[in-house]
């Protein structure tokens, strides 16, 4: 990549001058959130740019795609995700995500962890997350399928790609009723499964799911974690060189750009 | 002041593992008795006057629509708790 790397913490300088930089990814700060950092970061080593995005304001600031960053939004109260469904800007995303009062193109959404719980209670993923089986925290480096590439955000993964990335979190166990997992399976709805065990009793191993369209994807393990070697998961070629979760912006910021696969 | 009880519990079908870590854990205090344990949620939405049918509606709906997830919870009870109720 002929981006250069920016200091750590640094991601509101322009990115060097590229045709990427045009893809604008919001990344929303609830009260409680604590990824939105490391989600604007990885926007910037995907070569787009971030936009700042907060919770009381209604407004996107005509951003071309919008990241739900993990943490503890209202700290979990009631249930996590449950209260930050109600902020004002998840009103314009959940409009924009389904297309509805515009004539756009639906709003590529990725919701990680804490962003996927509040997907769930805002209804645009099916499903819902409750405490792990086994009931502790849990982080470590965990390996995924990626089942789906077709997704908005998953498009320059290679078919059923093993990639790893971490995963970090306590109500992490994905449930949904029968008829829902199973439609899910049939539409080829799972976009990342747990491979070499299931980390917390999640409903036929799902580790990520998508929405019908293809544009809203939600998952648990945390790819903005994954972005920068020296700071990942560890991989064939050394210690924390893992930069899988890089793809998954690339392949948004990409698309948007205009850029072929 | 008059309160609306709303109780809320996890799906029967649903694993509860809080409530799964607490039967595990009541014989270590001496209680052998209880085979189950399952844990839900108790709100006490505080009215200022009278409750009236429209004022239990709403709280009815708020109990369906943000209370609960009807995804993994059931509402099972939305009372009225009269002063002096000792429950």
Known sequence: ?261 | MPRIIVEVMPKPEILDPQGKAIVNALPHLGFTEFSGVRQGKRFELTVDGEVTEEILQQARKAAAEMLSNPVIEDVVAVRVDDEGDAA
């Not at chain 1, 993990?70 to 109260?77: K, L, P, Q």
């Not at chain 1, 993923?125 to 502790?136: A, F, Q, R, T, Y």
């Not at chain 1, 990626?146 to 306590?170: G, H, M, R, Y």
């Not at chain 1, 070629?237 to 998954?248: C, E, H, Q, Y």
Request: aromatic share 6%; with cysteine.
């Open chain 1, 1 to 261: 990549m002929s981006v250069e790397t920016p200091l750590i913490g640094d991601f509101t300088a322009a990115p060097a001058q590229s045709r990427l930089a045009g893809a604008r990814i919001g990344v929303v700060t609830f009260p409680g959130t604590l990824d939105d950092r490391d989600a604007a970061r990885a926007v910037r080593l995907g070569g787009g740019t971030p936009v700042a995005l907060w919770h009381a304001d209604q407004s996107l600031h005509g951003v071309d795609a919008v990241v739900l960053p993990g943490g503890f939004s209202y700290g979990d109260y009631l249930r996590a995700g449950a209260i930050a469904r109600f902020a004002p800007v998840m009103d314009t995303i959940v409009k924009e995500a389904q297309a509805k009062d515009t004539s756009a193109a639906a709003l590529p959404v990725l919701g990680i962890c804490n962003g996927f719980q509040i997907l769930t209670e805002a209804h645009l993923l099916p499903g819902s997350m409750i405490k792990n089986n086994h009931l502790k925290f849990i982080c470590r480096d965990q390996a995924l399928r990626v089942e789906n590439n077709q997704t908005a955000w998953t498009s320059q993964f290679t078919d059923d790609e093993i990639i790893a990335i971490p995963l970090k979190n306590q109500d992490g166990q994905y449930v949904a009723d029968d008829a829902t997992l199973a439609q899910l399976e049939d539409e080829g709805r799972v976009v990342f499964r747990y491979v070499g065990g299931n980390p917390n009793g999640s409903r036929n191993d799902i580790a990520g799911i998508t929405n019908e369209a293809g544009n809203v994807v939600g998952l648990m393990p945390h790819p903005e974690h994954a972005v920068e070697a020296g700071y990942g998961p560890d991989d064939t070629t050394g210690m924390r060189n893992g930069t899988d979760g890089l793809t998954l912006f690339t392949s948004v910021i990409s698309s948007l750009a205009g850029a072929t696969k």
